[in-house]
């Protein structure tokens, strides 16, 4: 058990995904009270963050716009609060699906093809490609805007609902796999865990109602696909300078290759989200994972630029 310690956990916020944050940072700080730490949850927004005096390290359990992209990491810099996750720079690279993904080809990490579409660019783009194809918003978590595209006749519509949430949008190759995660916490890499939606796509809808998923953790590949599958994730963190822990969503083709989808610096912290649940399969309790993410962040010493993942 961790020193007893004055956390402030950040949930909810101003994005799309507040909801599924106000869950995360309940159950987040529901763990750490019951493993005696003090809590404050305070809800930010921009330029307006307050912690309470005292307050040791803030633990972020905020999602999406101003929690993922590193606005909220820039200002605890400046206030010299140690804060959990990735830090400012890894943070903008990872929330960012388009700078995210060059980093990605730019460092050999195996991941679907792409372009990236604005309203000034809506017909589809030409014979070299063919559907299926996903569109997601640049700048968007949780599924949100996401929008799968079977036949040509359907991109319009798609890509105007996903322009909705940005004004940026992925096309990206429709890999038809098996769906899994890996979770990554500090130097350890998680089981894998396999996504398997009873109908459909992972959109928001299966990804957040209850019982429409099925989850296996540890997935049934063999063991030196899952060696391909974890190393894909590991690279991939490492290449969007990564700190301390995420959440790498992989998708495995039919021939056992791992395509890395993005890196989720912030993942979901119910304790039925997916870290978690890998977390579990090796023995790490919910209580225990939080206080070693609460402990990561405060063993980052502080430069004379503020603190660094």
């Given at each position: 058990?961790?020193i007893?310690r004055?956390v ?6 101003p ?13 987040v700080?529901a ?5 005696g730490?003090?809590?404050?949850e305070?809800?930010p ?39 959990t ?9 990872a929330?960012?699906?388009?700078l ?48 799968f ?37 500090g130097?350890?890499?998680l089981?894998?865990v ?52 995420a959440?790498?969503d ?11 989808l ?7 912290m ?13 023995g ?10 609460m ?15």
């Amino acid at each position: 058990m961790s020193i007893p310690r004055q956390v402030a956990v950040l949930l909810g916020g101003p994005s799309a995904e507040r909801e599924v944050s106000l869950r995360s940072g309940a159950a987040v700080a529901a763990a750490l009270r019951s493993a005696g730490h003090t809590v404050a949850e305070i809800d930010p927004r921009p330029g307006t963050l307050e912690l309470p005096p005292g307050t040791e390290v803030a633990f972020l359990a905020l999602h999406g716009t101003y929690g993922e992209d590193g606005q909220v990491q820039s200002e605890l810099e400046r206030l010299g609060v140690p804060y959990t996750g990735c830090g400012v720079e890894a943070s903008r690279l990872a929330f960012d699906k388009q700078l995210a993904k060059q980093r990605f080809v730019a460092t050999g990490v195996p991941t679907p093809r792409f372009l990236t579409l604005t309203s000034s660019n809506t017909t589809w783009p030409g014979a070299d490609w063919t559907p299926p194809v996903v569109l997601k918003p640049s700048r968007q978590g949780s599924s949100v805007g996401l929008q799968f595209v079977d036949r040509v006749e359907e991109f319009p519509a798609a890509l105007s609902e996903s322009l909705r949430h940005d004004h940026s949008v992925l096309l990206e190759e429709r890999i038809l796999g098996r769906e899994t995660t890996v979770g990554i916490l500090g130097d350890i890499l998680l089981p894998v865990v396999e996504v398997v939606p009873k109908q459909g796509a992972y959109d928001y809808q299966n990804k957040y109602t209850s019982g429409r998923t099925d989850y296996f953790c540890p997935a049934s590949f063999d063991p030196l696909v899952t060696r391909r599958i974890q190393q894909a994730a590991w690279a991939a963190f490492q290449a969007i300078g990564g700190g301390d822990y995420a959440r790498v969503d992989v998708m495995v083709r039919a021939d056992g290759q791992p395509s890395v989808l993005e890196v989720n610096t912030l993942p979901g912290m119910t304790e039925t989200s997916l870290l978690p649940k890998a977390a579990a399969a090796v023995g790490i309790s919910f209580v225990e994972l939080c206080e070693r993410m609460m402990d990561l962040a405060i063993r980052r010493k502080p430069t004379s630029g503020g603190l660094v993942c």
